[in-house]
């Protein structure tokens, strides 16, 4: 049964993340996102809103910060549960645009790998962390269903939008598997090369070398 969610509650939103979201690729049995940063509320209500959508933002607001705060002590079904709650009582919002994003984290752990895409291709974000990293977990989300294309577009993608050390290098990583995967090991050692030349010092700078040391 879904977390009630109650609008009275201390508001303490920077807890969603940290553990939230564990993707695991088909070609490499480790983690590969750690979205380790507080979600931005940026950009959403810089329209006029009469008093009747003020109430509604003002409440979505509240629902989606009490459950982002409690969502690690949570059962993932009862988060899920949650998440989609706000989705159908405040679509349009702020707060279900999260909500989107988070459902999508979470189906994702749960290998059901079309509702994730399903949710994350809803998500609208502009920022330079967390966009991009919903971006490049909707592309492994299409790595995991083999529609390489997509994925590999939009891990490119992400990586382009972010272009920071925090993102950048990991997406290029991931489209080198799958390059790796489909045979292509010329272009998966491009991007290896990539980012050791260009992201020399990113957490997986090292995986790159390494790779690049067994194809001499």
Same mark, same amino acid.
């Given at each position: 049964?879904?977390?009630?969610?109650?609008?009275?509650?201390?508001i303490?939103? @920077?807890?969603?993340?940290? #553990?939230a979201?564990?993707?695991?690729?088909?070609h490499?049995?480790?983690? *590969?996102i750690?979205?380790?940063?507080?979600?931005?509320?940026? /950009?959403?209500?810089a329209?006029?809103?009469?008093?009747t959508?003020k #109430?509604?933002?003002?409440?979505?607001?509240?629902?989606?910060a009490?459950?982002?705060a409690? &969502?690690? /002590?949570?059962?993932?079904?009862?988060?899920l549960?949650?998440? +989609?709650?706000?989705?159908?009582?405040?679509?349009?919002?702020?707060?279900?645009?999260?909500?989107?994003?988070?459902?999508? *984290?979470?189906?994702? =752990?749960?290998? !059901?790998?079309?509702e994730?895409?399903?949710? +994350?291709?809803?998500?609208? /974000?502009?920022?330079?962390? *967390?966009?991009?990293?919903?971006?490049?977990? +909707?592309?492994?989300?299409?790595s =995991?269903?083999?529609?390489?294309?997509?994925?590999i $577009?939009?891990? +490119?993608?992400a990586?382009?939008?972010?272009?920071?050390v925090?993102?950048?290098?990991?997406? &290029? $990583?991931?489209?080198? %598997?799958?390059?790796?995967? =489909? /045979?292509k090991n010329?272009?998966?050692?491009?991007?290896?090369?990539?980012?050791? @030349?260009?992201y020399?010092?990113?957490?997986?700078?090292?995986?790159?070398?390494? #790779?690049? !040391?067994? %194809?001499?």
């Amino acid at each position: 049964m879904s977390k009630k969610i109650k609008k009275d509650e201390p508001i303490a939103p @920077d807890q969603a993340l940290s #553990k939230a979201e564990a993707f695991v690729t088909k070609h490499k049995k480790a983690f *590969i996102i750690a979205i380790l940063a507080i979600f931005a509320f940026v /950009g959403f209500n810089a329209f006029n809103e009469d008093a009747t959508e003020k #109430k509604e933002n003002t409440e979505a607001e509240a629902a989606i910060a009490n459950i982002e705060a409690t &969502w690690q /002590g949570m059962q993932p079904q009862a988060a899920l549960d949650s998440f +989609l709650e706000i989705i159908d009582l405040y679509n349009g919002t702020n707060a279900a645009n999260k909500a989107h994003f988070y459902a999508g *984290i979470i189906y994702s =752990q749960q290998e !059901n790998y079309e509702e994730a895409i399903n949710h +994350l291709s809803k998500y609208n /974000g502009s920022d330079k962390i *967390i966009a991009p990293k919903a971006k490049q977990l +909707l592309g492994n989300c299409y790595s =995991q269903i083999e529609d390489y294309d997509n994925a590999i $577009r939009l891990i +490119l993608e992400a990586a382009s939008l972010a272009n920071n050390v925090a993102v950048t290098p990991a997406c &290029w $990583r991931d489209v080198a %598997a799958m390059y790796e995967a =489909q /045979g292509k090991n010329d272009k998966a050692m491009n991007l290896y090369k990539k980012i050791k @030349d260009e992201y020399p010092y990113s957490p997986v700078a090292n995986e790159a070398k390494v #790779k690049l !040391n067994a %194809a001499k």
